[in-house]
């Protein structure tokens, strides 16, 4: 029997207003769009073509056999319909799916008896030997044993349907799970921790595209994560899941993050809930989890899956080691360059808009260092932050570019507050302290900013060079010269002006002429001309004042031209 148009429209607006489709704008606008033109009749209008029209505003002479966003959103739209059915619309009487190849959806009446899944089917062998014994029984019996190949076949179809791409060691990735912590001293709590973070395991074991290593305890526990991690090979990617649990008997909340275990960069992070602190909630809400970590369209694909692809693309979306501060200037414009490409092809992409308005960042200020106009790109790195909000506005790396964004604008009080907030809501991310820290100290914050870099770099199994060319100028700051050029020692390797810039100011504020002169010399051959522009490049970094004026004056001393401003 199918559904009258009035049970569809119901349908429709309960998966709307589901977590597997409240934060996504652009599915809903798709599933909305095709389901409404289908019930008015108009579902042979439902085209590739007018789909990027009326969805995504696309142009009348878009080309949309080459524009690939129908197509993804379409296939993430169909995994989003499977997860809502399977988690929260499993008591649904009218289900909406759209078959592959088409765009036209298809709706049916369901029996909401339970039906057998390939994990509960349940044979008497001896029944069925019993009923069909005799000259019969060879042909039944041969019949029946190649029902079950075929069951085998397809349940194994599934399995691998569902697994993510290997990791570029060509293992699967090790995902090491602590326990969850709880907040608080609740019994009841603590127990529905506990069975989460149980379930949570089990669930990705199930899934199979990674390995399980967990889950362990908090805490004392990170030593046990860390002998795990030596157990693997020193190419395995290996990523930490961690989550915290809070709330009480009316509802109770889960936040989790996904880190790099070597580096302890969040790549993920999310946060779902469950009303009722029931052990059945807790099964259910693992189950969500799962899915949002390793299902199609998941955190573990989008980490691993789409940067293994070959393509050029795709090779620019930041793996772990990508996610911290680029500090090359080459590697910056190839990187914008094809983050500019996906959200052509994708405009629908907010983690890429994020990455983007990061990029967009570095590069004006990479402009002002040259001499050059760097607002156009501020105005960009602005305007995609925005656009990241937009669509992705929970990602961890949304709010990186709002607080990168919001100090390159100069608002510092912004970038205050969403500094304070991201530090309590991820304290486990070395390199959101580093660049924080950073910030801080050309604020002229020396000791605050020098105490969140060192920590940082200290979490770290291998720091970035980078990272110690922001205490360079922290010390510099300080007055402890010869701890700045210890730092300026360390950061040397990174490909970047600020080397020889901060060495010069150095040397000359401790009279050391020759070797100031030597400096200059670098600083020059990389950024000719640059007592010019000085105020702007410094400036435009936000250097406070009288930070500003001792690196000017030391400038000078080394034999650098800086006309007065």
């Not at 599934?158 to 293992?171: E, F, K, M, N, T």
């Not at 789409?306 to 996610?323: G, K, M, V, Y």
């Amino acid at each position: 029997m199918s559904p009258s148009r009035e049970q569809i429209v119901e349908a429709l607006e309960r998966i709307q207003t589901s977590d597997a489709f409240r934060q996504s704008e652009r599915l809903r606008g798709f599933l909305s769009y095709i389901v409404m033109e289908t019930v008015e009749g108009r579902g042979d209008r439902i085209k590739s073509y007018s789909v990027g029209l009326e969805v995504f505003g696309r142009k009348q002479d878009a080309d949309m056999a080459s524009d690939a966003i129908v197509r993804t959103t379409a296939i993430r739209l169909r995994d989003a319909l499977d997860r809502y059915y399977r988690l929260e619309g499993q008591a649904d009487a009218v289900v909406i799916t759209l078959p592959k190849g088409r765009y036209v959806p298809e709706f049916v009446c369901r029996n909401l008896v339970p039906a057998a899944s390939p994990h509960s089917i349940s044979i008497n062998f001896t029944s069925i030997y019993h009923r069909w014994r005799g000259p019969r029984a060879i042909p039944v019996m041969l019949g029946f044993l190649l029902m079950l190949l075929l069951i085998g076949a397809a349940a194994v179809i599934y399995a691998l349907s569902r697994q993510a791409p290997v990791s570029r060691s060509g293992q699967l990735p090790a995902i090491v799970v602590s326990q969850s912590d709880v907040a608080g001293d609740d019994s009841g709590l603590k127990a529905f921790g506990t069975l989460f973070s149980n379930q949570l395991a089990e669930d990705m074991v199930s899934v199979g595209a990674a390995r399980i290593v967990g889950p362990l305890n908090s805490g004392p526990g990170q030593d046990a994560v860390a002998r795990q991690i030596d157990t693997l090979g020193a190419n395995d990617t290996i990523i930490s899941l961690d989550s915290s649990i809070s709330g009480g008997s009316d509802g109770v909340s889960v936040h989790w993050r996904l880190a790099d275990a070597r580096s302890g960069v969040i790549l993920w992070a999310g946060d779902d809930n469950s009303v009722g602190a029931m052990p059945q909630n807790a099964t259910s809400l693992a189950e969500l989890v799962a899915f949002k970590i390793m299902g199609m369209d998941g955190a573990l694909p989008i980490l691993l899956g789409r940067l293994d692809q070959s393509d050029e693309t795709a090779a620019c979306i930041p793996n772990s080691q990508r996610l911290i501060v680029v500090y090359a200037d080459d590697l910056q414009v190839k990187l914008r360059d094809c983050l500019e490409q996906i959200v052509r092809d994708d405009p629908g992409q907010g983690e890429a808009w994020a990455l983007l308005s990061q990029l967009y960042t570095f590069g004006s200020e990479t402009e002002f260092s040259f001499g050059r106009d760097g607002d156009v790109l501020r105005q960009k790195a602005s305007d995609a932050a925005q656009k990241a909000l937009d669509f992705d506005p929970q990602s961890f790396l949304t709010q990186q570019a709002l607080l990168m964004d919001a100090f390159a604008r100069g608002d510092i009080k912004s970038f205050d507050a969403t500094s304070l907030d991201m530090l309590k809501k991820y304290p486990g991310d070395p390199n959101l302290k580093v660049r924080i820290g950073a910030r801080l100290i050309r604020l002229g914050r020396f000791e605050q900013g020098r105490q969140l870099v060192e920590g940082a770099i200290r979490a770290k199994e291998t720091p970035n060079p980078g990272d110690y060319l922001s205490l360079v100028l922290a010390l510099y700051g300080q007055k402890d010269y010869a701890g700045a050029l210890d730092m300026a020692a360390r950061g040397e390797s990174v490909s970047t002006y600020l080397v020889p810039l901060l060495r010069t100011v150095t040397f000359s504020a401790m009279g050391r002429s020759e070797e100031a002169k030597a400096q200059l010399e670098k600083l020059l051959a990389l950024r000719p001309d640059y007592g010019n522009f000085v105020y702007r490049d410094l400036l435009a970094r936000h250097v406070e004042p009288t930070l500003l004026g001792r690196m000017i004056e030391d400038l000078r001393r080394a034999g650098l031209v800086v006309p007065d401003q």
